[in-house]
């Protein structure tokens, strides 16, 4: 299990709210998602005042930062700036906006910010958080992202040099550790090469399980050779989904199937061995 500190948590630090003219504020696109100017013309073509809210700004030495709330700020500075038509009236009410205003945060708890404050409305995807995490210095995702290209991998499509299911992956590395995840990658490209289905997510999860729980006595290069046996790594993939649906007569969910992973890779270390087996789990339990 890893012992290193992969939180979201954020120093105590001064906050206030306080009125700001929307074309003073600055944007940092490594701290949050990228600007996208035609969703932030769209919202100022039909900006309320009133329905605007209060967009979260970080203090810096060089100026104000938006972390969260950027295409909001960025619809009034199109109506201040005219660029876009709209009321009198509208372009009076956002001459300054109210914001909560952070001050003395690093980077890293920017991208925390930004990350705390979205996650619960799902407004920001796996890849664009670990984006924002791996250029705002936040350990999780250097770490994650180190180990990635060490294995020259990248997050994104499906593909022989990238992985989906990013999630997955830094789960591993909060549980498990980078150490693990890099073993772990490894031994899957052991087994069945550099193809889109040797980085799937849970498969990668399974490994690292296996690995975590019983380093003393699962070898790496023989746990390769093991799971090669097993067929291809589609196939295997398949043989997960089988054991967490037992036998598709029950739906499947995340736990499940990371789960029926530890049990797919632990029977495969266990296939015909007689010392140095490790337990398979009951996934029904």
């Known amino acids: ?69 950027m295409h909001r700020v960025y619809a009034c500075q199109l109506i201040l700036t005219g660029n876009v038509s709209v009321r009198d009236k509208v372009r009076e009410d956002i001459q300054t906006i109210t914001c909560e205003i952070h001050s003395g945060l690093s980077m890293a708890n920017e991208a925390s910010l930004f990350i705390i404050k979205n996650k619960e409305s799902s407004k920001v995807g796996p890849t664009d958080e670990f984006r924002i995490g791996v250029l705002a210095g936040h350990p999780l995702f250097v770490d994650t992202n180190t180990v990635l290209e060490k294995h020259q991998l990248k997050v994104g499509s499906r593909t022989t040099n990238a992985v989906r299911g990013i999630k997955g992956i830094l789960d591993v590395v909060k549980e498990c550790g980078p150490e693990v995840l890099d073993q772990s990658l ?46 291809d790594p589609l196939s295997f993939k398949a043989k997960i989904q089988t054991i967490a649906t037992n036998g598709n007569t029950r739906l499947d969910g995340t736990k499940g199937r990371l ?26 339990e």
């Open 259 to 284: 789960k029926a992973a530890h049990l797919a890779v632990a029977s495969a270390w266990n296939a015909n061995r007689r010392v140095n087996r490790i337990p398979v789990p009951n996934i029904f």
């Open 186 to 231: 490894a031994i899957a490209e052991g087994a069945w090469g550099r193809t889109p289905d040797t980085w799937h997510s849970v498969t990668i999860a399974g490994i690292a399980m296996v690995l975590s729980r019983h380093p003393d006595v699962v070898k790496p290069l023989e746990l390769a050779q093991k799971l090669k046996r097993q067929g």
């Open 1 to 69: 299990m890893s012992d290193k500190d992969y939180s979201y948590d954020i120093p105590d630090h001064p906050i206030e709210y306080v009125e700001v003219d929307p074309r003073v504020i600055k944007f940092d696109p490594r701290a949050q998602r990228s600007l996208n100017k035609a969703r932030a013309q769209a919202i100022a073509e039909k900006l309320v005042p009133t329905a605007l809210g209060t967009p979260i700004l970080s203090r810096r030495d060089d100026g104000q930062y938006a972390v969260d709330g």
